[in-house]
């Protein structure tokens, strides 16, 4: 199972918005609606922002939103604030009960 | 308050074994399937296996089938991972994880360092 591409990195100002893709294939993000991402700060665990392809856990900021569209998934970041520097990975079921995540962006506030 | 706290990381020999654990409270654990990730160092996240709620289901990564074991006690809330014949690409800090919609509760992880 391959990995999920992501853009290795996105930049933006604060304020704006920054959409990072994920795609993958049939088998995988085009073939369920569960896509999840995560945020992850250097040398910290991953933090669930989005799952199933469009909901927010508890707690997690209304500037995070994701969406699907074939084999790509989106996570949107907007009203960029600098706390949003970190890498962010998407993740999808990959049938047989097994799961497959992105190659991982860095997202930078200028 | 949800705590998964992983134990059991440390420096390996190519072809040796180590076994993981997870010990977790604030959740019933027994409600939830749980998962193992790891991360290589300066790389990405890897999903390496999954476990059912009463463990009679169990899922692995085709980098790790055959060679690694997932298994949990849930009288205990702790998870395990049973990891044989090791190799220098096992590298990585391993994560336990509880699995709904997503990972959404994660241990600090452990580091696992397989070298000769």
């Known amino acids: 199972q391959s990995a999920l591409t992501q853009p290795r990195s996105v930049s933006g100002s604060p304020g704006q918005s920054v959409t990072i893709s994920c795609t993958g294939t049939s088998s995988d993000v085009g073939g369920y609606d569960y896509v999840s991402w995560y945020q992850q700060y250097p040398g910290k665990a991953p933090k669930l922002i989005i799952y199933?392809?469009?909901k927010r856990p508890s707690g997690v900021s209304d500037r995070f939103s994701g969406s699907k569209s074939g084999n790509t998934a989106s996570l949107i970041i907007s009203g960029l604030q600098a706390d949003d520097e970190a890498h962010y990975y998407c993740c999808s079921y990959a049938r047989s009960y097994t799961y497959v995540f992105g190659t991982g962006t860095e997202v930078s506030v200028l | 308050e949800v705590q998964l706290v992983e134990s059991g990381g440390g420096l390996v020999q190519p072809g040796g074994s180590l076994r993981l654990s997870c010990a977790v409270s604030?959740?019933?654990?027994?409600?939830?399937?749980m998962s193992w990730v790891r991360q290589a160092p300066e790389k990405g996240l890897e999903w390496v296996t999954s476990?059912?709620?009463?463990?009679?289901?169990?899922y692995y990564a085709a980098s790790v089938k055959g060679r690694f074991t997932i298994f949990r006690d849930n009288s205990k809330d702790t998870l395990f991972l049973q990891m044989n014949n090791v190799r220098v690409e096992d590298t990585a800090i391993y994560y336990c994880a509880s699995h709904s919609s997503g990972f959404p509760f994660w241990g600090q992880g452990t580091l696992v360092a397989v070298s000769s």
């Open positions: 476990i059912t709620t009463r463990g009679d289901g169990t």
């Open positions: 199933d392809v469009t």
């Open positions: 604030g959740f019933t654990f027994n409600n939830f399937a």
